[in-house]
């Protein structure tokens, strides 16, 4: 498989390695999650709404909870240790159309040329800017009606039915 812009040159500090310790990426992972939760879910929130999230650490933090309720106006909601599981469906049914588009848009795309040597250079800039755009094209495809079937598929039925 090719890749136009390998993720060591995305990710690494110039001069630098793009390798993380384990305390690094969960403080970034913990940053990453709550600026989620301040900038773009409190655009989307109407009160009061229930947010799930998986049990991971730090998606479900005191700060977390704090963001959710007292920011947002919403409560958050963890799922059960080891549900995730369950509610592989919505990883098939709204994951797979999403990386499904991305790659058929990706497909489609003209090449950007430049000095893949240089990961600073405008082309490597570019290249970013094309892999958002895809992301954001790709899920704009992914449609209402499939996440809502997702999610009714997801849900378990009291009586099996």
Known sequence: MY??????????VRGGSSKISAGEKHSMHMTAVLTYLREVLSESIEEPSVVLLDNFECH????????MYEELGAHL???????TSVCQPLDVGVMAPLKRNLRNLWLLEEQIVGDDEDPFSSTACQKRMAMVKRAIAAWDMVSDDVIRRSFQKAIPQIGGG
């Open 3 to 12: 890749y136009d812009l390998p993720p060591r040159y995305i990710w690494s």
């Open 77 to 83: 909601c963890p799922l059960p240790p080891n549900s």
């Open 60 to 67: 479900v933090s005191d700060e977390s909870y704090k963001i």
